[in-house]
């Protein structure tokens, strides 16, 4: 399965948690996890579009932004281990 890592930043407007539940019920979404407030990485086979179309199904109201993660041309300050599954996925494009 060719998996790609993406990040999802919520507007202020929608619930974190609810869209967190949410995701935990979806199939296309095989693991996530919170780096940053208002911020999902996801992880999913799906294109970024099939993503956007799931969530904005259930909240239709708010402001969302979803982007895939270049495995080669990203920088950041994070937990290491949060820094591990990103290159965890990655790893599987090499």
Same mark, same amino acid.
């Given at each position: ?14 619930? +974190?948690? /609810?869209?967190?539940? =949410? $995701? ?13 407030? !208002? ?19 259930? +909240?239709? /109201?708010?402001?969302? =932004? $979803? ?13 290491? !281990? ?13």
């Amino acid at each position: 399965m060719n998996e790609k890592l993406y990040l999802l930043v919520l507007g202020a407007t929608l619930n +974190f948690d /609810e869209v967190k539940a =949410f $995701l935990d019920g979806q199939r296309r979404i095989t693991d996530w996890f919170c780096s940053m407030p !208002n911020s999902i990485f996801l992880v999913s086979p799906a294109q970024a579009s099939e993503i956007y179309e799931m969530i904005r199904s259930k +909240f239709q /109201e708010g402001r969302l =932004f $979803l982007t895939e993660v270049s495995p080669s041309n990203r920088q950041g300050w994070m937990p290491r !281990n949060h820094w591990a599954k990103i290159n965890d996925v990655n790893s599987e494009h090499s």
